[in-house]
């Protein structure tokens, strides 16, 4: 690896300000919300947290990500696993063990994004013991529903914290092609009943509308002309932020907004594999980002935002019997020699995928047009 390359992982996570109110942005009046991309079980790591008395412990698998992860106000992640109960089994119908949520708790998620793929694998009845056993831990979730009532009820998902309302929203493109038969128990990529959510949100008045949205191409490292427009689709109707899921690698963020204007939007189309089993190339990894709002003259504006590196170690690498999930700045003597290898490929070829899509959004005339239309309505 390059000595540059080298000097950046260390530096990680990044830092990036938007304006010069962002020096205020560790003050109390501000929030911050992590993300995270796909929290995964695969086979492998069911067996690797199995104990010899037959419990699950997943305890080490984020302990070196915890405290960054806790020390955001809100953090959100993408839970891509059913809790449907014993047989427990990975691809390509998951089903995880309950200690595993009891991680993501412990590790410090706040909210689970619950509306993807697998959202049905274990069918009607996983759907409804995964939302269940979420709600029994005191997880806030948004993108499936165990009855009509409780999506009316529900969503928007609406949280309250520090001052600030932040409505979230969240989507999935489908489910591996199982039927879902009654409408409101997933939450589709569907533009009229989007539109409606987006309207509902707003009638919210929050500060903040972040949409999280499963789609795209699975390996794929750029976002395809359909995502980036819908992106925009979303903005123009009310969100301030899209994060997006699905491909299990990483792809581009960029910011939409004008050099004038003080008002930001934030796009990340795929965080990746936030934990998995995936050894594919791109896939052993991911993205972490965390936005840092702050209220400016009575409007709530993105003051700045972090970018950070994860990687997967698994037992084959590390030789011990956890899967352990890494920052990318974490001290280079907690890796053996073969970690560091993996996770260094991983992370020069995550920067590279980010500095290419620094001007995937890039204006044209027409975009200009759009972007100022979209400051005027704002």
């Not at 995880?96 to 689970?112: K, S």
């Not at 930001?264 to 089993?277: D, E, H, P, Q």
């Not at 993996?342 to 204006?363: H, P």
Request: hydrophobic letters at 40%; a positive charge.
């Amino acid at each position: 690896m390059h000595i540059i390359h080298k000097y950046i992982l260390r530096l990680l996570p990044a830092v990036f300000l938007l304006s010069a109110t962002s020096v205020f942005a560790v003050s109390s009046d501000s929030l911050s919300i992590f993300f995270a991309g796909d929290l995964m079980q695969h086979d492998a790591q069911i067996k690797a947290a199995k104990r010899k008395d037959g419990n699950y412990d997943y305890g080490n698998s984020f302990a070196y990500v915890k405290p960054y992860i806790r020390s955001a106000d809100i953090a959100v992640g993408n839970l891509e696993v059913t809790l449907g109960g014993a047989p427990y089994r990975g691809y390509p119908a998951f089903s995880a063990p309950d200690e595993f949520l009891f991680a993501i708790r412990d590790a410090g998620f706040d909210v689970l994004m619950t509306a993807n793929n697998h959202c049905m694998d274990r069918g009607v009845a996983g759907l409804r013991r995964t939302i269940r056993m979420i709600d029994s831990l005191k997880i806030k979730r948004a993108g499936t529903y165990i009855n009509k009532e409780d999506r009316i009820h529900n969503y928007p998902l609406l949280i309250e914290k520090k001052g600030f309302r932040i409505a979230f929203l969240n989507a999935t493109y489908g489910t591996n092609g199982i039927p879902v038969k009654e409408p409101w128990s997933v939450n589709f990529i569907d533009r009229e009943q989007l539109r409606a959510d987006i309207m509902k949100a707003r009638l919210m008045k929050p500060d903040i509308i972040i949409a999280f949205m499963h789609w795209g191409q699975e390996y794929k490292t750029m976002p395809s002309p359909d995502e980036i427009e819908l992106s925009k689709w979303l903005i123009s109707l009310g969100v301030n932020h899209v994060i997006g899921s699905h491909p299990h690698v990483i792809q581009p963020m960029v910011l939409l907004g004008d050099s004038v204007s003080p008002q930001k939007n934030f796009v990340a189309f795929s965080l990746g594999n936030y934990i998995s089993n995936m050894s594919a190339h791109n896939t052993d990894g991911g993205l972490s980002v965390k936005l840092l709002f702050k209220k400016v003259n009575g409007i709530t504006r993105l003051v700045s935002y972090e970018k950070s590196l994860v990687w997967t170690s698994r037992p084959i690498l590390n030789e011990k019997s956890d899967f352990i999930l890494y920052p990318s700045f974490v001290d280079e003597k907690c890796l053996n020699i073969r970690e560091k290898q993996k996770m260094d490929s991983f992370i020069e070829d995550a920067l590279q995928i980010l500095d290419r899509g620094k001007n995937i959004m890039k204006q044209d005339k027409n975009e200009k047009k759009w972007s100022k239309s979209l400051q005027n309505r704002k």
